[in-house]
C-alpha cells in the first residue's frame, strides 16, 4: 500500500483511515538541515522511520487525525570537548493530533500532552521527522569519556564537580566537601 502514498506529500485523512503502519529506511544525507549539524555523512547512514495514523472521535462532528511517529538514528557530531566526532543516538518517539488551523492549535497547545499540527491537504512528513531529530540533538554533544584526554585547566575545572549534558551538576559520592576543599586551598596558598 505504501506505493500510494509519498512522505513528502502524504494524504493524511487517507492514511488513517487505512491505519497501515509506513515503515521505511532513508539515507540520513537526504536530509540536508540535518546533515548540516553533523560532521559529513556518511553515504551509508541510514535513518529507520515508522509512522502510523488514526482516526479517533474528537469534540467536533469530525473525527479527529492522530499521528504516530517513531524514528531512530545515529549521528556524527562534533564533541565539544576533544572536537573528535562523536556517534550521537538520536531517537523519536511521538504522538500529533491533526487540528484545521494555527489558532486552534495555538489555544489548545497548553492543554494538549501530544503535539498539535496543522492540517494540510499534502502533509510533509519526513520535514516533520527532521524537525524532530533536529529537536533531538543535543545542546553540546559530547564523549562519555573522550578518545584522547582532553586539554584541562587546573583550577576551576578541578573544583566543579561532574557536569551533564545540560549542564546540572551529577551528585558524586566522592565529591569533596567544599568546606575541606576551601581549607585546602587556604592551606596551599599561605
Ligand atoms: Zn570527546
Known amino acids: 500500500m505504501s506505493k500510494f502514498h509519498h512522505a513528502t506529500r502524504l494524504n493524511m485523512h487517507a492514511f488513517a483511515q487505512e491505519g497501515v503502519a509506513l515503515i521505511e529506511t532513508i539515507p540520513l544525507q537526504n536530509m540536508e538541515r ?3 549539524e553533523a560532521n559529513a555523512l556518511a ?3 541510514m535513518l529507520n522511520w515508522e509512522a502510523r495514523a488514526e482516526l ?3 469534540s467536533g462532528p ?3 487525525i492522530w499521528l504516530h511517529l517513531v524514528a531512530s538514528a545515529s549521528v556524527p557530531l562534533t564533541c565539544q570537548r576533544c572536537m573528535g566526532t562523536v556517534a550521537t543516538p538520536l531517537a523519536v518517539n511521538q504522538w500529533y493530533r491533526f487540528v484545521a488551523t494555527e489558532a486552534i492549535a495555538m489555544a489548545e497547545d497548553d492543554e494538549s500532552e501530544e503535539d498539535l499540527l496543522v492540517m494540510e491537504p499534502h502533509f510533509d512528513l519526513l520535514a516533520l521527522l527532521e524537525d524532530e531529530l533536529l529537536m533531538a540533538l543535543p545542546l553540546v554533544p559530547m564523549h562519555g569519556e573522550c578518545p584522547v584526554a582532553p586539554v584541562m585547566q587546573v583550577g576551576e575545572d ?3 564537580g561532574e557536569k551533564n549534558e545540560i549542564g546540572e551538576e551529577i551528585p558524586s559520592g566522592e565529591k569533596p566537601n567544599p568546606f575541606a576543599v576551601l581549607a585546602q586551598l587556604k592551606k596551599k596558598s599561605q
Do not use: K, M, N, Y
Request: aromatic share 0%; charged share 35%; net charge negative.
Open 34 to 36: 540535518l546533515a548540516q
Open 158 to 160: 578541578a573544583l566543579a
Open 43 to 45: 553515504p551509508d547512514l
Open 62 to 64: 469530525e473525527e479527529d
Open 56 to 58: 479517533r472521535p474528537g
